[in-house]
């Protein structure tokens, strides 16, 4: 009988230790994509920029970490639009991030769709954006407009070439995990939609009175990227397998 009990009591701790796997809680990472502005040009342009990030994974779906991001977000047209208004943004990011994927909430098997879309996760946070902004500040005379002596001065439009925002970033997004040789979780390829509301006007430089023009709706900016996370440091225990 002694044999038996402890035969079970084997058995059943293997069982519980076969269900758990062991992951790196560091991670650091870079990648690049898109960025396309919503600001207050009728034209919303695509521009390049990159990041670099580390997070500190509490379990390998909860994480939080700081990113920075540097690259151009572009709007406007000075031939087509109606302003003749144009900006290219030279700009640098910094946010803290916290993100929880799928695999913290479902209950996924390997081989099916679940285990497919464990990485899947949302995330949100704080920052701030230096905008360094190169535009077209005056709008050229109308020629159909009659001569006049002296010549009508140009609109000058009124905002800030450089500037400091509050930046509050929405990510949706996805990432795949690979293996080292001890099945510890190394590398993650990562999908990423983020989308940034910034307080303030200097996104595109333009910061013309509602009174005179609508400028009524925060500037908003979106990143599409790609990019590889490298996972090292001190190991975690979590209570299902990951691969």
Known sequence: MKTIFTACLSLLFFINAAAQSNFYKI???????????????RKHSF?????????????????AGIEGQMGQINGGDKKNDPYHREFINSYKAFT???????????????????????????????????????RVREEPIDPDLPVTDPPAPKKIWPGKEKSTNLLFPLNVGINFYFPDRSGYTRYILNFNYQSNLTIGEGLDGYDESSRTFKNSKPDVYNYFSVGLRYQFGSVGLFHKTIF
């Open 96 to 134: 803290f991030n916290g993100k929880l994927a799928l695999g913290a909430l479902i209950d996924y098997r390997k081989g099916e769709f679940t285990d497919a879309i464990k990485g899947l996760y949302v995330g949100t946070g704080f920052g701030v954006i230096m905008n360094d902004v190169n």
């Open 47 to 63: 521009g390049m920029a990159g990041y670099g990030l580390a997070d500190y994974y509490f379990t390998p779906f909860i994480s």
């Open 27 to 41: 991670s650091i990472g870079g990648g690049f994509g898109l960025t396309q502005s919503f600001a207050d040009l």
